[in-house]
């Protein structure tokens, strides 16, 4: 009897989704919680798995088709394994002279995602020379193209691969080629909120800088220890620049609202939100009730973030709502810009590259680690003054870290 393999219940603020890759073809076998298809959306990447043993009967749902909750994906016939897996390696078995071929050709397809087997192809590559990241140690199209960028061998020498080039169509070939790609749900919805964004909202920028040799001391005295203390977690710059903005919220709550209409909302707590650069765009999980949490806490949050987002494993959960965002430029090596809203928060907190300039302390020229702050707020819902009152805050309690401790 079929069995309806349907769409994952969506969030009302993720209306539908789109069928990004097929893992399996129509009758192929597959095993209880394999992987059969990837589900893209605004937000993130749906898995959806085998819900026993059998063989995948039809997909009904193709690759690039829109779908929306519940829907009906394929069907699939429980419990046919071993019947459809005969049928399947039956002919080869007049072709004894082809059998070994045939067997490495399945290995293939077990280690292989069919994106990831496309680009092998390709580019000539030995399958086993790139390690798998994906589920059950497959290896995705991500893989393969960090294998390519990190000088994996090849056959022959390979063009320079784009991450979507999978997808893309080539428009002239030659020297002067070009292709077009198409752009994935979730960039097209990032570039919509950066529009909105500018278009919506009275943004301005302040900028400060702050003299981090402190806070490095502090790091660099007692990071063995910390990663001694709590299994492993390391002690980075980005705790302390969550602590002293949740001190600063507190103190500027007009930062740490937002507005909804003509109403503006003041929120009681603070859950900062963290962006990260993932390889289908940029995502901003969220640290939830972050005030409650120590250092050791945040940096474990968002060491488990980064890996979720590698992995595109974040759920819609972990990426909803949020007071308040700090985005940090500084790791691609960015000096200084200007950072975009997150609507409908009213600030962000851009941090950059840290970088030893010659300053001007008690009359005296010291080369110091200086970072420059930028904080891009909404004028509609907070004033100048307010605004660089709460970079300042930020700023001090970054030069003097015992009173993020104290909360003074």
Do not use: C
């Not at 020498?157 to 749900?185: D, H, K, N, Q, Y």
């Not at 600063?248 to 609202?257: G, R, T």
């Amino acid at each position: 009897m079929a069995i309806e393999i349907k769409a994952p219940s969506l969030p009302e603020s993720v209306p539908d989704g789109t069928i990004a890759t097929w893992y399996k073809q129509e009758g192929e076998s597959v095993s209880r919680d394999e992987l059969l298809v990837d589900i893209e959306t605004d937000k993130v990447l749906l898995e959806v798995v085998a819900p026993d043993n059998g063989v995948l009967q039809k997909i009904q749902k193709a690759e690039g088709d829109t779908i929306v909750s519940n829907e009906v994906l394929a069907l699939f016939e429980a419990g046919a394994v071993a019947e459809k897996a005969a049928e399947q390696t039956e002919p080869t078995q007049d072709k004894p002279a082809k059998a070994e071929p045939v067997e490495d050709n399945s290995s293939v397809e077990v280690l292989l995602s069919p994106a990831a087997k496309k680009l092998v192809e390709e580019n000539g590559l030995e399958p086993n020379s790139v390690k798998g990241t994906g589920k059950d140690g497959r290896v995705t199209k991500e893989d393969v193209l960090k294998h390519l960028e990190s000088g994996g061998a090849s056959a022959e020498p390979a063009a320079v691969i784009s991450p979507a080039a999978v997808a893309a169509t080539p428009l002239v070939s030659g020297p002067r080629a070009e292709e077009r790609v198409p752009m994935t749900r979730l960039r097209a919805k990032v570039a919509e909120r950066l529009l909105q964004a500018t278009n919506t909202t009275a943004m301005l920028t302040t900028f400060n800088e702050v003299n981090m040799q402190p806070v490095m001391e502090l790091r660099n005295k007692y990071k063995d220890m910390f990663e001694k203390k709590h299994d492993g977690t390391r002690l980075g710059f980005m705790s302390f620049f969550v602590r002293a903005s949740i001190e600063a919220l507190k103190q500027f709550p007009a930062v740490n609202a937002s507005i909804d209409g003509n109403d503006i909302i003041y929120h009681g707590y603070q859950d900062i939100g963290v962006a990260v650069s993932s390889p289908r765009g940029l995502v901003v999980p969220v640290l939830r009730d972050a005030d409650a949490m120590s250092l050791a806490d945040i940096e474990g949050q968002i060491r488990d973030y980064g890996l979720k987002a590698r992995d595109g494993k974040l759920t819609i959960e972990e990426m909803t709502g949020g007071t308040f965002t700090i985005s940090n430029g500084g790791v691609f090596g960015s000096l200084l810009s200007t950072p975009i809203l997150n609507p409908p928060q009213t600030a962000i907190l851009g941090m950059h590259k840290i970088q030893d300039r010659p300053m001007a302390v008690d009359g005296e020229v010291k080369i110091l680690p200086m970072m420059y702050l930028a904080l891009s707020y909404d004028h509609r819902m907070i004033d100048g003054k307010e605004a660089v009152q709460f970079l300042v805050t930020v700023k001090e309690l970054l030069e003097d870290p015992a009173r993020i401790l104290l909360e003074v």
